[in-house]
């Protein structure tokens, strides 16, 4: 029965290096414009993801299940887990990650959406927590769906080292992904994972805040949501699936 698994692994450790190796997307436009955007409009995106985080993330967790239906996630999810543990064939396997991935195509309209109503120096801001929450909501979806307690104080940390990773330069993939998965969550502090998530959040929307600032070409900003969410959603999806594979690999030796 294992063999399943470790197949399954296999293929999912083939996309993750994919992944990886992906060349970031705003690389180019942000070299050509980052030293052209006001310091204010830096720190004010900055500030408004730590208080986005602070509030949803640490605080609001209840907001986001109202519109994702914890409690039937949770259910869908142990039901698709024990037809994976009884059968462990690849059927069974494709099943999980269904349910696991369910209302992503909802969430991608959802920030496709917010990315056009976004304004610039400061304009839209209020939008920045809609964002936010939009990007937890399916980052929890995952979770839960593969059986993971998003709640637990040491899930939010892997979460926002997550979200770094998704979203970090090229050059630092490597080191992130291998924190990520060797790191037993236990040495951290929460003020400075959010700080951190800010930041790299603040950095890959940057360009559309200041793109956004020339009506011509305004329109952008829901593309530049969608891909950031697109990557975002990647990275989650490989990671919550490696973690859960393994699980069941511990399991079957244990028994």
Same mark, same amino acid.
């Given at each position: 029965?294992?063999?399943?698994?470790?197949?399954?692994? $296999? %293929?999912?450790?083939?996309? *993750?290096? +994919?992944? &990886?190796?992906? =060349?970031?997307?705003?690389?180019? !436009?942000? /070299?050509?414009?980052?030293?052209?955007?006001?310091?204010?409009?830096?720190?004010?995106?900055?500030?408004?993801?730590?208080?986005?985080?602070?509030?949803?993330?640490?605080?609001?967790?209840?907001?986001? $299940? %109202?519109?994702?239906?914890? *409690?039937? +996630?949770? &259910?869908?999810? =142990?039901?698709?887990?024990?037809? !994976?543990? /009884?059968?462990?064939?690849?059927?069974?396997?494709?099943?999980?990650?269904?349910?696991?991935?369910?209302?992503?195509?909802?969430?991608?309209?959802?920030?496709?959406?917010?990315?056009?109503?976004?304004?610039?120096?400061?304009?839209?801001?209020?939008?920045?927590? &809609?964002?936010?929450?939009?990007?937890?909501?399916?980052?929890?979806?995952?979770?839960?769906?593969?059986?993971?307690?998003?709640?637990?104080?040491?899930?939010?940390?892997?979460?926002?080292?997550?979200?770094?990773?998704?979203?970090?330069?090229?050059?630092?993939?490597?080191?992130?992904?291998?924190?990520?998965?060797?790191?037993?969550?236990?040495?951290y502090n929460m003020e400075q994972e959010i700080?951190?998530?800010?930041?790299?959040?603040?950095?890959?929307?940057?360009?559309?805040?200041?793109?956004?600032?020339?009506?011509?070409?305004?329109?952008?900003?829901?593309?530049?949501?969608?891909?950031?969410?697109?990557?975002?959603?990647?990275?989650?999806?490989?990671?919550?699936?490696?973690?859960?594979?393994?699980?069941?690999?511990?399991?079957?030796?244990?028994?």
């Amino acid at each position: 029965m294992g063999d399943t698994y470790y197949r399954e692994l $296999e %293929k999912n450790q083939k996309r *993750e290096e +994919r992944l &990886l190796n992906k =060349k970031s997307w705003n690389l180019k !436009v942000k /070299d050509q414009i980052y030293e052209k955007v006001p310091e204010g409009v830096r720190v004010n995106l900055e500030k408004a993801f730590m208080k986005a985080f602070e509030f949803i993330f640490v605080k609001g967790n209840g907001i986001i $299940e %109202k519109t994702m239906d914890k *409690e039937m +996630r949770e &259910l869908d999810a =142990k039901l698709a887990d024990d037809l !994976v543990s /009884d059968a462990a064939d690849r059927q069974s396997v494709k099943a999980m990650d269904k349910q696991a991935k369910k209302g992503s195509l909802a969430n991608r309209t959802a920030t496709t959406v917010t990315g056009f109503s976004m304004g610039f120096l400061g304009m839209g801001l209020p939008d920045i927590p &809609l964002f936010v929450s939009t990007l937890l909501r399916d980052i929890y979806g995952i979770a839960v769906g593969y059986g993971f307690d998003y709640a637990l104080e040491q899930e939010k940390i892997y979460i926002l080292r997550l979200l770094q990773l998704a979203l970090c330069e090229d050059e630092q993939r490597t080191d992130k992904n291998r924190r990520l998965f060797k790191d037993k969550m236990q040495d951290y502090n929460m003020e400075q994972e959010i700080a951190l998530t800010a930041k790299v959040l603040s950095d890959a929307l940057l360009v559309e805040k200041f793109v956004q600032g020339i009506p011509i070409i305004g329109v952008v900003g829901g593309i530049v949501n969608f891909k950031i969410y697109d990557n975002v959603h990647a990275f989650a999806a490989v990671n919550y699936k490696k973690r859960y594979l393994m699980r069941k690999i511990e399991e079957e030796r244990r028994h």
